[in-house]
């Protein structure tokens, strides 16, 4: 497979620049081929994809081949979507955000409960959900970075006391009602065409965060600190304050994702985050996979939502057992790590010979 | 003759690193094994250990031939060793230590009979009169007492008189109190018949526990003394021998100015223990000592980057702040380059707004500075995009280097600059870091190669035990004089 990939032109010597770092000639590099973004290695997952809807496509062509699925996968995956999105920051910075599914349960149920209790506006009762999300970021954050525990063990914890607090201020119950159809619901259920409003909001947050972590510097340091966190410090990155923030902006974004769904479902369920905890990482560790050679990316990560929403949903369609999907899910992304894993060997061998 | 090994050669890629050793070790003495940094001491024990094959070799243990161009987890069973590390897991007992190298013994039912086992350890422990309590954590225990058991453990199951029992450096990790309670550890091994090669640094040691001493140098045993027969100031002339020419021969930075730029006053860290130093514009200030000495903290101290316990000011005279201070640090690997980024991110990362542009970092900008630099120091990259990984240590090196410069820093920090770099690459650096000190750059470094401070330094600090003994100027930096004042030899 790495023969695919066309590597890096060799080495020839450019004519002398004698600059200080604001003269900029660029000497002229040999054009690489662009198609070398279409390499196997590099988007494999958009090769399967459309491997799959051909394989659907034959297998179920009455339903699959119809604008209706393609309206479907897209809308049925936005909040996978923005809980995956809501994770790769910090996983960039080797942080894990288990309490995403806590934060999502949580934000919903406080934006439903103030609109149907407590009769807020949605536009307070939104904010208030929001800023309950970046909270329960900064929470996580204080355990993580100034008590010095264990990401992956920290928000497992702290998940499990959003799940406490939920239970607590809900009773158990799903807060219903039917002002939630009259306004809130908007958020989630509009329509733009065949997709739902969630769908643009997926695109606008996938646009945002490819911009922060491939084009600014924000975006490299979290890199930095992920990849070695000692060199990084010792190279003058502010690790800690990068890992701080990279939680604060997971339980935003995954405040965000709460609202939505409950949005969607015009309620406020008490156990609708947990279903979300394990695709978000799949689709994240997926993505990671697709475009930036192992590093976590938004786009990357939804060709991985796409492909793992097509499978779900073909499989729907073509009525396999419904533990097919879980299969499926588990197949691909198995599969893409060990591809990954002998990409990176491929790679290290190349150094054998310096 | 316990074990004798003849025309030992290994070679690296194109670097010859042993280039034929000898040695002969006796039943019943303390050798010595003793070289600088780089003179091949650690490879040889490395394939005597079986982690590297020989490329030729001819080696006999208590004469019986052994192979050592094949790599093995065990060479022979009457050649044992003691790593530095000493290979034991701090969080098990004693008994478990002990089981995990030899295996645990089996009651009837196959479980572990544990009065055996103990029974076993006890007996293991006695061998030295090591009185603990041998079921509690061995991270409990002081250090002397983890080494003892950890060379108990090496010569179990030894007949007494036979054996050959290689320690690497065993005071290296030991506090000052505890190192003559091991040399009687040592001397009792040596009574009981057995062969110690003793691989160290420390002169001092040599003296006071060795019968002979073999000295490596660029890969060949170059003389083996008895160590009645020899001074302190021989063996230290013969480690260093004439190597390195080519490498002093790089023009030194010129005289610095008179204008302080940085004052340290107490820096105390985890073996710091109150050092002061000032640093004058233009200067390449050398910090020099032994493992262990403090001195390897200096440069971080510095620049503003221990963590854990530590103390003392830092001021800049312009105003500025230690942690803006760039840092080459010591170990490339764990704590200088980030291996799954390209060349560029690990050489624009402590300076990304040179190539930004409002916000957005740009490709065009950071390509064309990196270009520059790969130029500049000469770096073999297959470009910038490539993924540093790809690249030799030496120059990987190089990128960490541009990686500081590229901040136009008026003070650099350096911690082992040359380590794993080959010889070339090594005076490119000298030359580089000398080029940019007359031109006004200040540079801290320290480096446990007497030949990087002699090379770059117009100025040396010796410290010993957490205090700077003594300051070498001029004339004075040799690599002969920073040995024996790191050793704490009185000058001749």
Redesign the interface.
Known sequence: MSDLQT?????T??P??P?G?T?????A?PARPWTRHLAFSNIGAVYVLIALVALFAIWVPQTFLTSATLYQVFNSTAVTALAALSVIIPLSARVFDLSIAGTITLTGVVATQLIVKHELGVPAAVAVAVLTGLMIGVLNAIIVVVLKIDSFIATMASGALLAAFTTMVTGDLDVTGVVLSQGFNEIGQTMVGGFTLPVVYVVVVTAVLW?LMQ???FG??M??TG??R????????PTERLRFASLVISGGLAGLAGIVLAATLAAGSVTAGTPYLLGAFAAAFLGATQLQH??FNAVGTIIAVLLLGTGVVGLGLAQAPTWSQDLFTGLVLIVALIATRYQRAG??N??V?? | MALRLRGLTKTFGAARVLRGVDLDVRAGEVHAFIGANGSGKSTTIKVLAGYHDADEARCEVAGEEVPLTSRAAKRHDGLRFVHQDLGQVPELSAVDNIALAHGYRRNRLGGIDWRAQRELTRRALERFGTRVDIDLPLATHSAVVRTELAISAAMHGWEPGSGVLVLDEPTAMLPPAQVERLFDVVRSVRDSGAAVLYVSHRLDEIFALADRVSVIRAGAVVATYDVADVTADELADVMVGEQGAAVRDVQKAATASEEVVLRATGLTGRTMRGIDLELRRGEVLGVAGLVGSGSEEVPYAVAGRLTGPHGGTVVLTDGGRAADIPLVPGNRIAEGVFLEASVAENLTVSSLSTVRRGPRLSARRERSVVRDWIQRLGISAPGADAPISTLSGGNQQKVVLARCLNRSPRILAMSEPTAGVDIATRARIYDLVAREAAAGLSVVVTSSDPQDLVALCSRVLVVRDGRVVAELVGDEVTETVIVRAIEGIRAA
């Open positions: 590597g890096p032109p060799p080495a010597a450019p002398s620049t600059s770092t003269t900029e000639p660029a000497p590099e911009f084009h600014t510097a490299r340091r890199y930095a990849f070695n000692e060199a990084a410090r010792l190279a003058g990155v192992g590093r790679a290290a190349a150094t010979g310096h």
